[in-house]
T-cell receptor, first 109, second 116 residues
Framework: GQSLEQPSEVTAVEGAIVQINCTYQ??????LSWYQQHDGGAPTFLSY????GLEETGRFSSFLSRSDSYGYLLLQELQMKDSASYFC??????????FGKGTMLLVSP | DAGVIQSPRHEVTEMGQEVTLRCKPI?????LFWYRQTMMRGLELLIY????????DSGMPEDRFSAKMPNASFSTLKIQPSEPRDSAVYFC??????????????FGPGTRLTVL
């Protein structure tokens, strides 16, 4: 089985940088994904790390360290629209995802 | 493409009634997933189909839940009989499966189920 731990809530102000951490314990692991979910909406894919290191996509970056069973999502130049829940998810070899409980990000003016 | 389509968007029913949730995956996707989301338990995988075949149903909570995928463009999740603790948002998602190195899953808008 797999379990993932991430903070339940993070707050920040517009323009700031925030990092959401995720640690995982798995019996089989192929990579770490990140999804965003706005209140009342559906999860949407943000990024995927199969290898150690940093992946950058615009204002968002994601990092993975397999040796530490650890990853993070970095959000830069925060905007009000970034207020949402962010989920890390572990990929198994059967294309399935096991999601963490999610981190609610609240961006204030 | 219209994305993953789910119906109904909202369902209110009484305990003991049968509930059927429907999903149309994105055309060309060969993997389909049913998830349940609650505040307490988060986003849980219920069942996973690949090429219309159930691969992993270990997340199905009990025998009251069943899922089918009769063809590549349609899947159902049925709860019979329903109980108040089944109240949740049920998401269907699809992906290219093993052909998608990022395993990106595309989620439908969800069905909000309330069992009274």
């Amino acid at each position: 089985g797999q379990s993932l731990e991430q903070p339940s809530e993070v707050t920040a102000v517009e323009g700031a940088i925030v990092q959401i951490n995720c640690t995982y314990q798995t019996s089989g692991f192929y990579g770490l994904s990140w999804y965003q979910q706005h209140d009342g909406g559906a999860p949407t894919f943000l990024s995927y790390n199969a290898l150690d290191g940093l992946e950058e996509t615009g204002r968002f970056s994601s990092f993975l360290s397999r040796s530490d069973s650890y990853g993070y999502l970095l959000l830069q130049e925060l905007q009000m629209k970034d207020s949402a829940s962010y989920f890390c998810a572990a990929n198994s070899g059967y294309s399935t995802l096991t999601f963490g409980k999610g981190t609610m990000l609240l961006v204030s003016p | 493409d219209a994305g993953v389509i789910q119906s109904p968007r909202h369902e209110v029913t009484e305990m003991g009634q049968e509930v059927t949730l429907r999903c149309k995956p994105i055309s060309g996707h060969n993997s389909l997933f049913w998830y349940r989301q609650t505040m307490m338990r988060g986003l849980e995988l219920l069942i996973y189909f690949n090429n219309n075949v159930p691969i992993d149903d270990s997340g199905m909570p009990e025998d009251r839940f069943s899922a089918k995928m009769p063809n590549a463009s349609f899947s159902t999740l049925k709860i019979q009989p329903s109980e108040p603790r089944d109240s949740a948002v049920y998401f269907c998602a699809s992906s290219l499966g093993l052909h998608e190195p990022r395993n990106e899953q595309f989620f439908g808008p969800g069905t909000r189920l309330t069992v009274l």
